[in-house]
């Protein structure tokens, strides 16, 4: 059974930076594809960034670019999402969640495995 843990949310001032973490059982992590999502009260979940060990590529949702990064250490099972120059708008409930299968993808449906998530909230 896989499991997910997200940990490094909390309160932050707009124009912060805060990271997340997520740590990932199992022995196949560094084959699985990371994500990270975010739901926001009353609205559905969105893709925010992924990662991909081999070939090593990232993929960012438009919101994400330029702002956040996300990284992972194999060695660690550790995937990682830092946040910086926060806004309001990023308040949310930041999900990782890891894809068995390859290439890159935004759908929530495509991911196998969700951790259970962990509150960022931006005041202005």
């Known amino acids: 059974q896989v499991q997910l843990v997200e940990s490094g949310g909390g309160l932050v001032q707009a124009g912060g930076s805060v990271r997340l973490s997520c740590v990932v059982s199992?022995?196949?992590?560094?084959?699985?594809?990371m994500g990270w999502f975010r739901q926001a009260p009353g609205k559905e979940r969105e893709f925010v960034a992924a990662t991909s060990w081999s070939p090593d590529r990232s993929y960012y949702a438009d919101s994400a670019k330029g702002r956040f990064t996300i990284s992972r250490n194999n060695a660690k099972n550790t995937v990682y999402l830092q946040m910086n120059s926060l806004k309001p708008e990023d308040t949310a409930v930041y999900f990782c969640?890891?894809?068995?299968?390859?290439?890159?993808?935004?759908?929530?449906?495509?991911?196998?495995?969700w951790g259970q998530g962990t509150q960022v909230t931006v005041s202005s």
């Open positions: 969640a890891a894809d068995r299968h390859p290439g890159l993808r935004v759908g929530v449906t495509e991911y196998d495995y």
């Open positions: 199992g022995r196949t992590f560094r084959s699985y594809i």
